[in-house]
């Protein structure tokens, strides 16, 4: 069974920079620790990601899947799910929804469901989950507001 997460932060930078970054998929090994290998396999015809290749390592946990993405046209939420079961997962769906705080900063929610191919206690389940999650957000913060300010 998959267990949902979900969890918040809030971005110094408006929406379109914080949705550039989240859509900029080959870039993601530049700022993202986990992620070794990123590859757009398919496009939409507006130039989006459409599935995209995903080569991670964090230590015990390393896998190789891909993903399908989705868009709202005005790119205030963003989703994903597995296309097929890989080596660790057998069920992996997300979303960034980004909401526009009307003061120049971006509240961005993250939402991941993830079945494991590999058995997990649930209390430590839950805190690889947590650990994921914060790293993954805080990573995006830095990441968007360092280039906010260049």
């Given at each position: 069974m998959a267990d949902t997460s979900t969890q918040s932060i809030q971005v110094h930078a408006p929406l379109a920079q914080v949705a550039a970054v989240i859509c900029d998929f080959p870039r993601y090994p530049e700022w993202a620790d986990a992620m070794k290998k990123v590859e757009v396999l398919e496009e939409y015809e507006d130039g989006y990601a459409a599935q995209v290749r995903f080569v991670i390592d964090a230590?015990?946990?390393a896998d190789?899947?891909?993903?399908?993405?989705?868009?709202?046209?005005?790119?205030?939420r963003i989703e994903w799910h597995l296309v097929a079961p890989s080596k660790m997962q057998k069920t992996l769906n997300g979303s960034y929804d980004l909401a526009d705080n009307?003061?120049?900063?971006?509240?961005?929610?993250?939402?991941?469901?993830?079945e494991l191919s590999i058995g997990m206690l649930g209390m430590f389940r839950r805190k690889a989950e947590k650990m994921i999650m914060d790293t993954a957000l805080k990573e995006l913060k830095r990441r968007v507001e360092s280039l906010a300010k260049a």
């Open positions: 230590g015990p946990l190789d899947y891909t993903l399908d993405y989705a868009y709202a046209e005005d790119l205030s009307s003061d120049g900063t971006t509240t961005v929610t993250y939402m991941l469901e993830v």
